[in-house]
Every structure is written in structure tokens, then in C-alpha cells.
């Protein structure tokens, strides 16, 4: 256990439904980052915060994806109008140092 | 952020030293090489980094070239458990760089 916690582990939705998930970090962790990791694919970056900025956004990532950081706390992250192309493990990590520490991901299906 | 080359996979017996090798021959001076593993299932594992000198922990030892174009990384004696994905990472994120950036890694499987 690394102390960052991802819910929920599974989520099974239908193509056109929004879904959303939720990270909490290591407490004293600033740093917080999303990735999406796809079968035989090392993980993919999402987007970065410092506290409750937003710092980077990978211009890969659709317009139908955004996350949020209220105070700097826990995050979420929503995909609205899922698409089959959206099933991946999402993946969140915290970081203070430069280490990053990873939780175990959401297992995202889209039928 | 620099690029790297890893072989796609490799095999070792259980008990012996596993080294992967990792090429980083666009390195920049203020670059860190980072080790990280991801056994099935789980989110990555951060196992160690360096910048020039060798450097050790309980998990694994880092070999850097002299020139920095190149490193290794050790796993004095492999068990089973450290079948996994492992991925060589440059990146100065301790100095400001935002995120790191994972290539395919390295897929080792240690044999009984």
C-alpha cells in the first residue's frame, strides 16, 4: 500500500454515460498527477497539479476529460460522453519530492 | 524530456542478478535517471534514481556510465515477486520538470 487511494478499483459504464473518479493522495503530498494506461502501454500522462493548480494538460486529452483539485486535497476525474477508446486503467500518483508514488488505479470498461 | 531505449524483455533465473540495461544517449546535465517497476495489476513502483554517481538501496543497485548515456539497473537476487514491467525514466522533475513520460519498459520474467 503506498497510501494513495483510488476509487472505485472497477467501473464498468455504457458508451455515452459520464463517469467520474476519485483520487486521495498522500496528505503532505503537493503534487498530484493522472495517467491512463492502456494494455501493453507504459502509462500514458494525463495532466499535473500543484496544490489546486492545474499546471499541465496532455494535448492529447480530449475536451471530454477534465479533473478537478478543490484545496489542494483529493482529486477527481470525469470523462463525459465515454467512448470504447476511453476503457484503460486510470492511474493517480502523489508526489512531493519528485517520487512519485502511484495507486492502484480504476479499471475503466465501456461497453 | 529525454527519450530511452530498453529491450522489450528478458528472462533470468531465480537467485541470480537480473541487469537491465537502459540507453539515454540524449541525456541533458540536469537529467536524473529513474527506475520504476510495475508487477501486474498494480500502479507503477518507484525503485530507485541517480543523477551520475552509483547508487544503491534496499531494492536495487543503478549503474550510470561515465559519459550518463547509459545505466543499469540491478537486482542482486532475483525472486519470483520481481517479475514485473520495468520502465527507465530521465526526467529533471526534482528541478521543475512537470511529469515524468513512461516509454514500453523492459518485461522481466524471472524463471524458478
Known amino acids: 500500500d503506498t497510501g494513495v487511494s483510488q476509487n472505485p478499483r472497477h467501473k464498468i459504464t455504457k458508451r455515452g454515460q459520464n463517469v467520474t473518479f476519485r483520487c486521495d493522495p498522500i496528505s503532505e503530498h503537493n503534487r498530484l498527477y493522472w495517467y491512463r494506461q492502456t494494455l501493453g502501454q507504459g502509462p500514458e500522462f494525463l495532466t499535473y497539479f500543484q496544490n489546486e493548480a492545474q499546471l499541465e494538460k496532455s494535448r492529447l486529452l480530449s475536451d471530454r476529460f477534465s479533473a478537478e483539485r478543490p484545496k489542494g486535497s483529493f482529486s477527481t476525474l470525469e470523462i463525459q460522453r465515454t467512448e470504447q477508446g476511453d476503457s484503460a486503467m486510470y492511474l493517480c500518483?502523489?508526489?512531493?519530492?519528485?517520487?512519485?508514488?502511484f495507486g492502484s488505479g480504476t479499471q475503466l470498461s465501456v461497453l | 524530456d529525454a527519450k530511452t531505449t530498453q529491450p522489450p524483455s528478458m528472462d533470468c533465473a531465480e537467485g541470480r542478478a537480473a541487469n537491465l540495461p537502459c540507453n539515454h544517449s540524449t541525456i541533458s546535465g540536469n537529467e536524473y535517471v529513474y527506475w520504476y517497476r510495475q508487477i501486474h495489476s498494480q500502479g507503477p513502483q518507484y525503485i530507485i534514481h541517480g543523477l551520475k554517481n552509483n547508487e544503491t538501496n534496499e531494492m536495487a543497485s543503478l549503474i550510470i556510465t561515465e559519459d550518463r548515456k547509459s545505466s543499469t539497473l540491478i537486482l542482486p537476487h532475483a525472486t519470483l515477486r520481481d517479475t514485473a514491467v520495468y520502465y527507465c525514466i530521465v526526467s529533471n522533475i526534482i528541478q521543475g520538470a512537470q511529469k515524468l513520460v513512461f516509454g514500453q519498459g523492459t518485461r522481466l520474467t524471472i524463471n524458478p
Open positions: 500518483a502523489s508526489s512531493l519530492t519528485g517520487k512519485l508514488f
